[in-house]
C-alpha cells in the first residue's frame, strides 16, 4: 500500500509568516504550485495556499444585523467577518495563511490521502514529523500514481 512518504515531495518550498503577499504569490506561481507551509522556529505554523490569496480581490460581504431597541445584534460570527476582513487586507504570509493546517504523517496511507483532500477541499497537504515538514503532497502527487504501473 501506498503512503505519504512514497509519493510526497521532499524538496519543500516554504515561506516565514513575514514573507509579504507578493513574494510569495510569485513563488507560487513560478514554481506552479498550489500551496506551501509556513514554517516558524522550524515548526509548521500554517499553510499558505493560491485560494488564501484569491481571497484578497474578494469583495468583502457586510455581516446581516437586525436591530432592536436601538442595539445592533449580527446574524452571523463577527470573529468570522474579522478574519475575513484581515485576510483581504494582508500584507503578509502570516496574515493571510491558514493557521492550524490540516497535515499528515509519512506513514498516512494514500487512500487516507486521497479522502482528506476531498472530503475537506485541500489541494496542498504538509507530510510532517514532530512539527517539522519532511514532505508536501499536492494533488498532482496523487494522479501521478494513477500513471505509474
Known amino acids: ?66 436591530t432592536i431597541l436601538d442595539a445592533v445584534i449580527p446574524l452571523s460570527s463577527s470573529a468570522k467577518f474579522e478574519r475575513e476582513m484581515e485576510k483581504i487586507a494582508a500584507l503578509t504570509v502570516g496574515q493571510a495563511m491558514t493557521a492550524e493546517p490540516v497535515t499528515v504523517s509519512p506513514d498516512t496511507p494514500l487512500t487516507a490521502i486521497a479522502g482528506l483532500m476531498v472530503d475537506r477541499k485541500l489541494h496542498t497537504l504538509p507530510v510532517v514529523v514532530a512539527g517539522q515538514v519532511v514532505g508536501i503532497i499536492g494533488m498532482e502527487d496523487i494522479l501521478r500514481t494513477l500513471t505509474k504501473g
Not at 516565514?16 to 510569485?26: C, D, F, H, W, Y
Open 1 to 66: 500500500m501506498l503512503t505519504a512518504k512514497d509519493i510526497m515531495t521532499r524538496e519543500v518550498i516554504t515561506f516565514t509568516p513575514e514573507t509579504s503577499v507578493a513574494e510569495a504569490a510569485r513563488a507560487l506561481v513560478e514554481k506552479h504550485i498550489n500551496g506551501a507551509p509556513v514554517v516558524s522556529g522550524g515548526r509548521i505554523v500554517g499553510v499558505l495556499t493560491q485560494s488564501d490569496l484569491v481571497t484578497q480581490q474578494k469583495q468583502l460581504n457586510l455581516p446581516s444585523v437586525f
